[in-house]
């Protein structure tokens, strides 16, 4: 390789040993380079004066009482976070796991609770209770009606046709309460979850069951 | 600093001193013949031996490389006192930290890189509490520090002025390249700077200290 004084610098920065030999080959016959690589090397020559590798019989003592004494302070102050710090080291798919699994723990208790103790037990306005509730309550009423009506279709033959005035009486009563009925269902329909309204179409049910009752006394 | 206080040229005085063939540049695989004994076997073993919190590990870590790191803390600091300091907070900080060290380098590697910045640290304190003093008087009010067989004083001491001229990087480059015999690479990870960036910061610095080592012998010529 052929050097020249313009690859000094360059050599000086990022030589390598090749280039280096080839430096001071050349250097050989140019004064001016020769005299930038004896500086060179001057410099580094000169930089072993600041190397002191004396010992300190002290010091290693004075180290080793100072990471006992660590040592023990970090063992008995060690909070709950530091002990998990070894977490930090596991890898990391076991990390991930870790935090799924607490995730979904987590999300198990607040549902748990929210059931429990949430606002769907204890709070007698919540929109759940009042749809559970009126879902309770006419499927009740649906099946009272059915036995009503099954308690009509037995007793009809004697009030299509009365043979007594008391009969016609009863059958006067009856078309009457179906009246009734129909006007509250149709209210109810419009507003569901008023109880009052079903408390009435519950009392007029009540007196269309007694008067059916006694349509069918009177027959027996 | 006006000189470098010596009265011959430092050129003539380190002459005796220096050795043809050892320049460091030179060398490519440098970094095996300085560090034999911090193979990546015993730098891994001690780094697990540390984490497990074995104090004799700490002591083996401390005999093989405590005296570079007091020298190294130093020549950053200045004094044998503060240069303990800083050791003894490298080891504890160490200890302290060791669960974090997950071994992207070296071992020793990444416990020089808190030496350097605990030396910062020590001397930012110091100069915020206005304990230091300015560099002539210190250099002269400084007690005499033990120094290596066949040093020579008045060298040492405008060796520590000129360095004390660089800027903080192309010291502590030239302190770990020169003096320690760090390679670029372990420098790089140290410094967190590139290992390019390693060699054109020690390039400027033995440019500057040249040209400040230099400078008496030119005042003089002038003079004459």
Redesign the interface.
């Given at each position: 390789m052929q050097i020249t004084c313009k690859d000094r610098e360059r050599i000086?920065?990022?030589?390598?040993?090749h280039e280096?030999r080839g430096l001071e080959f050349h250097a050989a016959s140019c004064a001016e380079c020769a005299e930038e690589v004896?500086?060179?090397?001057?410099?580094?020559?000169?930089?072993?004066?600041?190397?002191?590798?004396?010992?300190?019989p002290a010091?290693?003592p004075?180290?080793?009482t100072?990471?006992?004494q660590?040592?023990e302070q970090?063992v008995m102050g060690k909070s709950w976070l530091e002990r998990l710090?070894f977490w930090?080291?596991a890898p990391m798919v076991w990390q991930a796991a870790l935090a799924g699994a607490l995730a979904l723990l987590m999300a198990v208790t607040a549902g748990y609770l929210y059931l429990q103790s949430g606002p769907g037990k204890g709070d007698p306005n919540s929109p759940l209770l009042k749809d559970r509730t009126l879902a309770q309550v006419e499927r009740s009423e649906r099946d009272y009606v059915k036995a009503i009506d099954k308690l009509a279709a037995e007793a009809k033959p004697q009030l299509d046709l009365p043979a007594s005035p008391l009969m016609a009486s009863y059958n006067e009563k009856l078309i009457m309460l179906d009246s009734a009925i129909d006007e509250l269902r149709m209210q109810a329909g419009q507003n569901p979850s008023n109880a009052h309204l079903r408390y009435q179409l519950l009392a007029m049910y009540q007196g269309k069951k007694v008067t059916l009752q006694d349509v069918l006394e009177t027959k027996r | 600093m006006g000189s470098a206080g010596a009265t011959l040229p430092?050129?003539l005085r380190?002459?005796a001193?220096?050795?043809?063939g050892?320049?460091?540049?030179?060398?490519?695989d440098r970094g095996a013949q300085s560090n034999p004994e911090t193979g990546i076997p015993e730098d891994a073993a001690l780094a697990t031996a540390c984490r497990a919190?074995d104090?004799h590990a700490?002591?083996r870590l401390?005999r093989l490389q405590?005296?570079?790191m007091?020298?190294l803390a130093?020549?950053l600091l200045g004094t044998?006192s503060d240069a303990?300091d800083a050791?003894?907070e490298t080891?504890?900080k160490v200890?302290?930290s060791i669960?974090s060290f997950r071994g992207q380098s070296s071992f020793v590697t990444w416990m020089f890189r808190i030496l350097v910045n605990t030396c910062h640290d020590l001397r930012r304190r110091r100069m915020r509490r206005k304990e230091v003093v300015p560099e002539e008087r210190e250099e002269g009010a400084r007690p005499a520090?033990?120094?290596?067989p066949g040093?020579?004083p008045s060298?040492?001491l405008a060796?520590?002025r000129a360095?004390a001229q660089l800027t903080r990087h192309q010291r502590d480059v030239?302190?770990l390249y020169?003096?320690?015999g760090f390679r670029h690479a372990e420098i790089a990870e140290m410094l967190e700077i590139s290992e390019?960036a390693s060699?054109?910061t020690l390039?400027q610095a033995?440019r500057n200290?040249?040209q400040v080592l230099e400078a008496p012998r030119s005042s003089q010529a002038g003079g004459a």
């Open positions: 000086f920065l990022d030589g390598s040993a280096w004896r500086a060179w090397k001057a410099l580094s020559a000169a930089a072993e004066e600041l190397r002191d590798y004396q010992e300190s010091l290693w004075r180290i080793a100072a990471l006992a660590q040592a970090s710090a930090r080291r | 430092w050129e380190i002459s001193v220096a050795r043809e050892t320049s460091r540049v030179e060398l490519s919190g104090l700490f002591e401390y405590g005296a570079r007091k020298n130093r020549n044998t303990e050791v003894q080891f504890l200890q302290r669960a520090e033990p120094r290596a040093g020579h060298l040492k060796l520590n360095i030239f302190l020169e003096v320690e390019s060699k054109n390039f033995k200290l040249r």
